[in-house]
């Protein structure tokens, strides 16, 4: 099964084609996609995957929006020194980089940030020093196929009633 940033990027195109606006899903395999014929690039995800696009539309100028899917266990301060000891290493050895650098850089070079929640935004403000003024908050949604979902399936697996279902990663 597809997880939730694959849902949520097919969700948000369906979204936008309804509202008028032509969308095109990135495939990586594709040689003849220009980055010049899209408006705005929308990337989700700010981690080792996404680094070498994200620094390709920095060093063409083309604008970008980021949606970091990121979360954290470590406080601001211990990623903000994670961060300064990238920005050292890369100074004195190319071709190493550590995951927190990575995402500081592709949030610092997009025209705008979209967390999924305040925490989020709050842990890159204060992590990174970004300006809050690039960041609006997009929470996710949840699909209308379970408005009316039916509970007896996983009562009769698990044998519980009464249950909150949480799910995420």
């Known amino acids: 099964a597809r997880g939730g940033p694959f849902i949520k990027i097919v969700e948000v195109k369906k979204q936008l084609e309804k509202l008028g606006h032509e ?8 040689t003849n996609v220009v980055a010049e014929h899209f408006d705005i690039i929308h990337l989700v995800g ?7 696009l994200a620094r390709n539309l920095k060093s063409f100028d083309k ?5 970091p899917v990121f979360f954290s266990s470590r406080s601001p301060e211990v990623i903000k020194l994670l961060s300064s000891t990238d920005k050292l290493v890369r100074k004195f050895i190319s071709g ?5 650098g990575m995402l500081r850089d592709i949030c ?5 940030i979209l967390p999924n929640t305040y925490a989020e935004k709050e842990l890159l403000v204060e992590s990174f020093n970004l300006p809050k003024e690039k960041f609006i908050i ?8 379970f408005l009316h979902g039916d509970p007896t399936i996983f009562e009769k697996k698990y044998g519980v009633k009464d249950f909150i279902l949480t799910v995420g990663h």
């Open 108 to 112: 610092s070079w997009s025209d705008m």
């Open 138 to 145: 997009v929470p996710n949604g949840v699909s209308e196929k």
């Open 23 to 30: 969308v095109k899903l990135f495939n990586m395999w594709e």
């Open 63 to 67: 604008n970008y929006l980021v949606e």
């Open 96 to 100: 190493v980089w550590f995951d927190h």
């Open 46 to 52: 700010a981690n080792f995957s996404i680094y070498g």
